[in-house]
């Protein structure tokens, strides 16, 4: 038998149980053994979770993660109360309290990782829809009719994916399988294993992932069919041989959360290797400037998207733009300039990089930047003509949903991603050495402790269940497919202005 | 004599008592736009309304046509109707009638009760507007009248506004100035559906505007053959909204000024605030109107000078105001503390025609912002007759040209001076303005200064008489065909230049054409010669060499112009017979492109009829014909189209370009492996990402030339204008032969020069008409040398040691070691090869040859706290606290 390399072939769009790569991942209880554990083993015979485990006749340290919770453990047929020695206590884990933040609260990490790992919504009483921030989608719920209004229809083969060239001109038509793609993170900013498992796993989905602003390694040359190469203020990496090996090219002039900053990455990441691929001296912090310095004016940016379809005759563009309170302005000029993709970056994104004093303060949140830029395309005539692409606190499939009914075709995804890969959102990724869990880092030791093929289907497990979660979603609105759902606000719900809000949790069955 | 601004007191606090300090309209900024083209020029004669035609048809990629205008200035009495005394001393109204059923309430409201009419006429269009292709709004009805304020409203108004003792026409410009605001407000800010506006109101002077492009203006209210001395012209981009009105076109009015602008404030609603605490409020949303109604303000109102104006809207700053005299600091710094609220903030340039009537002066000025961030070119042509010019591309300055010169054999399709005005500067002041003047003999005169009334000029040399007919010199059989045909049969172009190069200036221009016109007419019959008659009649355009009493700018139409007709008369791709290493290719016969066959080499494009971008444009057709075999290209009769060289894709090594005419922007941005030479002067956005190769540019260089560029060498003639090399990383080495304007290799981060890294040498000259290096007093004027680097250097030929430390952010200035020397030398002398600019010469200061190390600096990047430190951010700060908290 050959040797064969598969890690630059797509992988399949299947679920393989993925395990955390810590010895005990992290659970919203604590399963705890006492001393007094006789190694009885009844334990894993009663668990249905498989928390327990067995190895060599010797109990493991059990699968917190995978608790259903204390109510369970103290059920006259579980394990609190079965264990001969009494050794077992199901309790809260109190590191709960000290993870996450507002808009990624414990139990939505906890949730994304069960989902990274199974392919499958928690069973437990996990949050997995929305945070705690008291505002924007967390406020926003699905009202789905008591009856699901079109029984008749085939969960699996309801429609996930969007058209991205909706311009009718002599360049590609592309359809993604599923309306998110992956957002731009560079080269540097994220390690390589982190780069490539989440193209990969955006490819088997059919869709594509941006490069960021790092360049372009020679490792993503296989996946050249699935990537958007980014064109920034910085310039950094981009080449004409970039811009042509790939088929969709995005301008990024802001990000939602820090517009009119510019992009930095400072000098203790910038290592060798980074170096080599921005052609820049290592150790030197790299800053782009905020705005093009080609670009003041809409009549610069027409020229600018002009020079990147002379160099790629096939591609499409897209522009991406953070949410000032003239969105709706950048939004039609960038359409009259002749792109096929209009990428709103809200305010609620960005990883640890991005200044808290910018975070969240400066763009416009973005489910109101989607309502106006959809309707304002809607009054011009010209919505039916560009793809509406939104960003930027994108966490959940639920988010994903609302964003559409709102308004927008598809969204992008960034954190998300690395959350499956364990990221914990203790918002280090820009100082030192970078990332303690090797996510977002270039420094080689640190690198070491993920693995790709491990990354790839942490990420493709979540997306699946996302699909599926869509999937669920529009069943139960009757739509046949996700197109159906844009600018459908009808179908939403806000706590602070609608009353008797029901909730939409799609683990309970429809009536 | 009695000082204007004495009476600004008064007018102000009348104006408030009439309007208010709050505006009647909620002031909310509802058009928005940023980008824009914009022209015009000024004659010393007057000048058909055709000619906007071209450069505004030029700019179409600016616009959208959703608003263009056209003003211009200085009319002819006779074409209008009305006697001189009448078109000097009269307001011309020029109102746009939306609803044309209007006018009678209008006149009876705005008009009858004020003015006495000398004239009054509706303005001729076309009888059908969709006569013109791509108009799609029909133009408004413009009714136009030549007024003079009744005595005893005048009377009145200065009673009532306490104006006694006012000169009657200073008064009279504020009543009319009143008047068209309350008109507006009537019939067109407060009202849902707009039914009329002022589109003018000033002297010897019009303002017309439609929703549709610029020259659709001309077409359609028939101005083809209106003359005017002084004509600009907006294409505007707005994106907002599904109807327009043309009342959000530029230009706008002052008074007796019309302002277009190319730009967007970032302190709008400041200006705005700024106006309203002075009584005068916007009505028509833009920040153009604002633009204007500043320049109203300072120089009708407060009476201030011009250069005090200019520095109001684009103050001198770091650098540049300490090299100001210290009395001129005081006062600036006067201007800058009192108006700097009002000051245009953000990306701008403006072009403003106006009528002086006190001097009976029509002029053209444009001035650009502090930071430059708006493309601008100005250019002068003084012979026979006088014109200057002011775009947003050159290339729309020479369509302008060149449409004049069709018209009239007095104008010259190339000017004597191209150039651009560095931003809020104490050298120019970032404007530049063309004065037409009466002279005593009933004539008029064009001048052209800067901000500080410093003139620019032309050497006085003979203008060329195109029409004279070319005949045989007499003493061309025994004086010059000898050496001609030595030089032509040697097929050596260097013979053929120098034959130009020691003869030129002694020959009339009757010889110089008949000599030229020879060359061609012996290459048609000497096919072999053709390599030898191309490179020698492109040498005569690189470089500059004695013409004696003949001007440059005919010498270049002269050589071009014979340089294109043996172009013209090559083998076409579509002819299978005569096959040469030649083969040409025009708009017409682009589809019959093919791969070289036999002997061919040379694809030769003929530029004139492609699309400036797209799939009709030329740069598309070359990188087919690359795909097709093709590897060297001579591209001719360029007008202004982008994107040559780009589209090749990597390791293009065996390609090479050569550009003529006006090459267009993104000219060779992203270029790798090839050669392209650009002959004449090159746009903005050049060499952008350029990756590899070579480029030279026998001219000047436009804005964010390099921008982010990764490697290759470029060398260039004259200036790279604004924000070259930004971002540049990689190993781009260049050598700028001129300056540049400013931010100079900011952010550069190309490495260690000496071990393989990138640099750039300025040299920091310029050159006389006959070739002769001209040393600038400061080899780089700017504030911002090298800011922020972290990689690369700068060899900057500085003997005099002027940079100082003050012009760098992050750089360090250290002398000149051998192993720099080493490094720079070869590239010195291979600008020799391009541009005949000797290593000896730039190494000779006041006339002794210096050892490298005096004449050259180095700047190089030092370690910044900011680049290389994390910085303390709000979140370490957070967790710091959290943490005491915690303890």
Known sequence: ?511 | MIHKGAYADRIIKSRIREFGLVAATKNEKREDEGGCGVTGFAANIPVAGRHIFEPSIRMHNRGNGKGGGIAAVGFDPDQLGVSRDVLESHYLLNIALLDQECLPMLKEANVTPFFDVAKEELLGHLFDYREIPGLEVKPPDVWRAFVRVKPEVLAKFIEENGFQGMPLRWAEDEFVSRNSYRLNTRFYSSVGDKQAFVLSHGRNSMILKIVGYAEHVVQYYQLEDFVAHVWIAHQRYPTRGRVWHPGGAHPFVGLNEALVHNGDFANYYATCDYLRQRGLHPQFMTDTEVSVMLFDLWNRVYGYPLEVILEALAPTGELDFDLLPPEKQRLYDTIQSTHIHASPDGPWFFIIARNIPETNTFQLLGITDTAMLRPQVFSLYDGEVQIGLICSEKQAIDATLRSLAAGDPRFSPVADRYWNARGGSVDDGGAFLFNVEPAADGSRRLTCMNKFGKPVTVAARKPLDITAPVTKPDDYGIAIEPLLHEALESKDSAKIYDLFRTHAALWDYNTLRWVVGRIGKWVSVNADGLDGVIDGLTLLLDRRIPLGDKKRSAFIRIVTEELYGILRSLTRVTESVRLGRFALVDFQTRHALRPPVAVERVLVVDAKDFAPEGDECQSVLLVDAFKLGWRRFIVFDLRGQRFDGCGFGPRTDDVRIDLYGSSGDYVASGIDGMELHVHGNAQDQVAQIMKRGKLVIYGDAGQCFMYGAKGGTTFVLGNAAGRPLINAAGHPRVVINGTALDFLAESFMAGDPLNGGGFVIVNGLTMDEDGNVIFLDRPYPGSNLFSLASGGALYVRDPHRVIVDEQLNGGRLVELSNEDWELIHPYLLENERHFGIKVDELLTVDGLKRHPHEVYRKVEAVPLAVLTKIPETDDSVWARNAVRKAV
Request: overall charge positive; glycine content about 10%; some cysteine.
């Open chain 1, 1 to 511: 038998m050959h040797y064969k390399n598969v890690w630059n072939e797509v992988p399949r769009p299947e679920v393989v149980k993925t395990p955390s790569r810590f010895r005990r991942g992290m659970g919203k209880y604590a399963v705890m053994l006492s001393e007094a554990c006789n190694n009885c083993l009844k334990c894993v015979a009663i668990c249905p979770e498989k928390v327990f485990e067995e190895r060599g006749g010797k109990l493991l340290p059990p699968h917190d993660h995978l608790c259903l919770g204390v109510e369970c453990s103290l059920k006259s047929n579980r394990c609190a109360r079965n264990c001969p020695t009494s050794a077992i206590r199901v309790g809260m884990n109190p590191s709960t309290r000290a993870m996450g933040d507002k808009r990624w609260t414990a139990d939505l990490l906890m949730s994304t990782w069960y989902m990274a790992e199974t392919g499958r919504l928690p069973k437990t009483d996990l949050e997995y829809r929305t945070g705690d921030s008291g505002g924007g989608f967390d406020k926003i719920r699905f009202r789905f009719p008591r009856r699901p209004p079109r029984p008749d229809l085939d969960k699996e083969t309801i429609d996930t994916s969007i058209t991205l060239n909706k311009r009718n001109d002599s360049r590609l038509k592309i359809d993604i399988g599923f309306p998110v793609y992956g957002g731009g993170m560079s080269f540097g900013s994220i390690s390589q294993i982190t780069m490539l498992s989440r193209i990969r796993a955006f490819a088997a989905m059919n869709s594509f992932t941006c490069t960021g602003e790092g360049g372009y390694p020679e490792a993503l040359y296989p996946f050249d069919d699935y990537i958007i190469t980014q064109v920034a203020t910085g310039l950094f990496g981009v080449r004409e041989e970039t811009i042509q090996r790939v088929k969709i090219v995005e301008f990024k002039y802001a990000q939602g959360a820090k517009p009119g900053l510019g992009g930095h990455l400072l000098g203790d990441k910038v290592t060798e290797a980074v170096a080599r691929i921005r052609e820049t001296v290592p150790g030197s912090s790299l800053f782009s400037p905020f705005p093009f310095h080609s670009v003041y004016s809409v009549e610069d940016h027409k020229k600018h998207v002009d020079w990147i379809k002379a160099i790629n005759p096939r591609c499409l563009i897209s522009v991406k733009v953070s949410t000032p309170t003239d969105v709706d302005m950048v939004a039609v000029g960038s359409y009259y300039a002749g792109a096929h993709i209009v990428h709103l970056d809200g305010s609620y994104g960005g990883t640890g990089a991005a200044p808290d004093v910018a975070k969240k303060n400066i763009a416009m949140p973005i489910e109101y930047a989607i309502s106006k830029v959809h309707n304002f395309l809607v009054n011009e005539g010209v919505r039916d003509e560009i793809t509406l692409i939104v960003s930027g606190g994108i966490r959940t499939a639920f988010d994903i949903a609302k964003a559409i009914a709102l308004g927008a075709d598809g969204v992008v995804t960034g954190t998300s991603e690395l959350v499956a890969l364990e990221c914990l959102r203790c918002h280090n990724c820009e100082s030192g050495r970078g990332c303690a869990r090797g996510i977002a880092t270039t420094d080689r030791e640190l690198t070491g402790l993920m693995d790709l093929e491990w990354g790839s289907r942490r990420i493709i497990n979540m997306f699946l269940c996302w699909r599926a979660q869509l999937r669920e979603i529009l069943y139960r609105l009757g739509m046949s497919s996700v197109r159906e759902l844009v600018g459908r606000t009808d179908v939403l719900a806000h706590l602070d202005y609608n009353k008797d809000v029901p909730d939409d949790d799609i683990r309970k069955p429809a009536e």
